[in-house]
Each structure stands twice: as C-alpha cells, then as structure tokens.
C-alpha cells in the first residue's frame, strides 16, 4: 500500500477502479473521493468545477482560562451559525479559543482578519474584548454557488462529496461513515 501520495487518476479497470499515484497504482471495487477545495482539475474536472476554492484563515487565541469558557460555552461544544459568512468558535485541547474567516484577496490578510475576528469574538462574547491571537494559518475551502454541498456519482462505486463550504470536519465524518455503509 502506498503512504500519502497524491492520486494523480482514477480510471475504470474491468468492474474495478484504478487508482494512480506517482508511485505505483492500486485497484479498488469502490472508491469514495474526499478532495473538497483540493480537486484539481487534473483528478477529477467534474468536481472541481462545482465548487470555488476560497482561501480561508484561522486564527487561535491565547489559552483561555476556566471562568472565561464558563461563560461562552461551559460543556466546550463547538459553535457555528447558518449565515453565508459562516461565524463558528471551536475549542482546543490546550483551552484554546479557533476562529476563522474566508478572504478573497490575501493584500494585508493578517491585519484584515485579526481585526474582523477580534470584532466578532466582540460581538459573540463581550467579556473576551481583551483577548489576542497567538495562531494564524490558512488553506482553501471549497464553496458552492448556493452554499449546498455536491453528491456526485462518477461511475460505478465511485463517489464523491464536496462543497463543504467552510464545515469540513463537521460534514466529513458522518458523510463518510454513511458512503462507508
């Protein structure tokens, strides 16, 4: 078996899939494409063009005491909202507060979304007013015209779902589990 290598094509081979990597192939009866923002065009074209990667950021705050999660979520469930600027607030296993936007130009992303962020932690949670970010990172999520996900049959046995629009790990594993099944 082969260790992260990107699949470069997934080609019909008999009543089974052939799937290429730069380091060999593999056969598989089913196959269950989980790329989202990170398709391509040169793996799966139909796919890819049902979604627009956005470049979103997250941010990490610094640990954040016991009284201060008492009174934004005491059970440290993670929080998000239905609005198409998706506001969510998950916790860390080290007491963290993550937040996060989507910006479509990266021209002073830092201060741009440190500023938003903080005004929305404002908004959200007033008694957080004083808190600073000690993470940024960033990578690309994959949104749909009408902020629906896409079930996509390719083939026989070959599916795929994309257009998680922001709720990756939250849509990810249950979907999974449900094509698993």
Same mark, same amino acid.
Request: hydrophobic letters at 40%; charged letters at 20%; one cysteine or more.
């Given at each position: 078996?082969?260790?992260?290598?990107?699949?470069?094509?997934?080609?019909?081979?008999?009543?089974?899939?052939?799937?290429?990597?730069?380091?060999?192939?593999?056969?598989?009866?089913?196959?269950l494409l989980a790329t989202n923002a990170y398709t391509g065009q040169n793996i799966e074209p139909r796919i890819a063009r049902s979604m627009l990667?956005?470049?979103?950021?997250?941010?990490?705050?610094?640990?954040?005491?016991?009284?201060?999660?008492?009174?934004?979520?005491?059970?440290?469930?993670?929080?998000?909202?239905?609005?198409?600027?998706?506001?969510? +607030? &998950?916790?860390?296993?080290?007491?963290?507060?993550?937040?996060?936007? #989507?910006? %479509?130009?990266? *021209?002073?992303?830092? +201060? &741009?979304?440190?500023?938003?962020?903080?005004?929305?932690?404002?908004? #959200?949670? %007033?008694?957080? *007013?004083?808190?600073? +970010?000690?993470?940024?990172?960033?990578g690309f999520v994959g949104i749909t015209a009408d902020f629906t996900p896409r079930f996509h049959e390719l083939g026989p046995n070959y599916y795929?779902?994309?257009?998680?629009?922001?709720?990756?790990?939250?849509?990810?594993?249950?979907?999974?589990?449900?094509?698993?099944?």
């Open positions: 078996m082969f260790k992260h290598p990107p699949a470069t094509a997934i080609t019909p081979q008999g009543d089974s899939w052939l799937i290429t990597t730069p380091e060999g192939g593999t056969t598989a009866k089913a196959v990667p956005l470049r979103a950021y997250q941010l990490a705050t610094e640990p954040l005491s016991e009284a201060q999660w008492a009174e934004i979520t005491p059970a440290r469930e993670s929080i998000s909202d239905t609005r198409c600027d998706l506001w969510y +607030f &998950r916790y860390t296993s080290d007491h963290r507060l993550v937040t996060g936007v #989507a910006l %479509p130009f990266k *021209a002073g992303a830092k +201060f &741009r979304l440190q500023a938003l962020l903080k005004s929305r932690l404002e908004t #959200a949670f %007033p008694s957080l *007013a004083q808190l600073s +970010f000690s993470h940024v990172w960033n795929s779902f994309t257009g998680y629009n922001g709720r990756g790990l939250a849509l990810t594993l249950p979907i999974d589990r449900a094509f698993a099944r």
